[in-house]
């Protein structure tokens, strides 16, 4: 990946903005370090599962029989959720209805 020249961004920047802007330069070094939260896909297909379900945390994490502190770290992306989790969660997303079967079960 090319690496960003910060004082040429900022020289547009600024001459666009017609006034010289006193952190810009920290602020694009910063962003071109990419420190930011990264959401990987299972994250995204677990949101989506939950949210398909209209469930807490807490009755989501029971209807799939896993710790809710579990669920919470797949979520907040500190553990990937096993594959069997993953192919659920699509089960899930298609067919909301199943959650339902698996509270009947």
Known sequence: MKKLDIEKVAKAIEADA????????QALAEA???????????QLLLRQAREKSGLSQQAFAERIATPVATLRDWEQGRFA???GVLCLLRLIVRHPELLQEMEAA
């Open 32 to 42: 071109g370090v990419r420190t930011g939260r990264v959401t990987t896909p299972a």
């Open 18 to 25: 017609g006034e010289a802007l006193p952190d810009l330069r």
């Open 81 to 83: 959720p096993p594959g």
